[in-house]
């Protein structure tokens, strides 16, 4: 079974081209959390803290050591409306057609039912124009299926959520995207804890025309390697690109401009792996070993 996946993802790696952007935010790594703004201009009092939950029902996290929540030991406060933004610059889903926009991620609510609720936006003008997650989604591809939240009432655990955006609008590559998670409460003290979240998902790529195969395109050395895989092209061509599959079928290096000749892969684990480069019209695909 393992073979035929690995088999099916290298054909799909190998006949297609992609500007992929794939990155993860569980709270817990000081880089990840430059992305993370918590509003305390518009609220000074703004509930989301990151950190150890030590509430009535939030306790744990999904992945530790940290959350993002309502408060890590208090209850929520009433008529409050606070919220904590994600940062993120445009990728190919953004700036160009065949998109594939994903936000998902784990959460867990504890509040009155309806009253006191959250809920996901997203911005493309750096925050002039907001568009709900809920009524923007839907544009599901590559398998994907959505799981829309419920971030009111009791979820009763973590539960899983995935939102397939559907883009209101174009923008440039690497313009300024704002994903807002926000909770909002009324004037009834309930005493419960709120909302978390943990492990937030983030895709923003796109699925390119198809190329054809030409594998005299290239040729690699040596191989086995160690340190670095050189590249010798026939002919060069603007643009140029190259991506490294592991056996698992994960993309682990990608670069839409090779300009170099080589490629350090000094920090790759012994294996077998495949490398494919790809010009606007024509791509090739080379197997080699790395040794240490």
């Known amino acids: ?8 993802v290298l054909i799909s790696f190998a006949t297609t081209s992609f500007g992929q952007m794939v990155w993860d935010i569980s709270f817990d ?35 530790s050591p940290n959350v993002i929540a309502t408060g890590l030991k208090d ?18 889903g953004w700036s160009t057609g065949y998109m594939k926009i994903d936000i ?3 959460y867990y609510v504890n509040s009155d039912t309806l009253t006191d609720y959250g809920f996901i936006e997203f911005s493309a003008d750096k925050g002039k124009t907001w568009y709900s997650a809920d009524s923007n989604s839907g544009c599901c591809s590559w398998s994907a299926v959505q799981e829309a939240p419920t971030l009111t009432g009791n979820s ?5 959520f995935y939102y397939c955006i559907c883009p209101p609008v174009k923008v ?19 005493n419960k804890d709120g909302l978390m979240f943990d492990n937030l998902h983030f895709e923003d790529w796109s699925e390119s025309i198809p190329e054809i195969q030409n594998n005299k395109l290239v040729s690699i050395y040596p191989c086995p390697a160690t340190d670095y895989i050189s590249i010798r092209r026939n002919f060069t061509a603007d643009p140029e690109s190259v991506q490294i599959i592991n056996y698992a079928g994960q993309l682990i290096y990608e670069n839409h401009d090779f300009i170099e000749g080589y490629v350090n892969i000094s920090q790759l684990t012994n294996g077998l792996y495949f490398l494919k480069y790809s010009n606007t019209k024509e791509y090739s695909v080379k197997k080699f070993l790395v040794n240490h």
Do not use: C
């Open 104 to 106: 998902g991620g784990w």
């Open 156 to 160: 009763y655990g973590w539960k899983h």
């Open 29 to 63: 790594e000081a880089n990840s959390l430059s992305r993370v703004k918590i509003d305390t201009v518009s609220n000074s009092l703004n509930a989301w803290r990151i950190g150890h939950p030590e509430k009535t029902v939030f306790t744990t996290e999904y992945s």
């Open 1 to 8: 079974m393992k073979t035929l996946l690995f088999f099916i």
């Open 75 to 92: 209850p929520y406060p009433v008529n409050d409306t606070s919220s904590f933004t994600i940062i993120h610059l445009a990728g190919d």
């Open 172 to 190: 440039n590559y690497e313009d300024t995207i704002l994903y807002r998670f926000s909770f909002i409460s009324d004037g009834i003290q309930s």
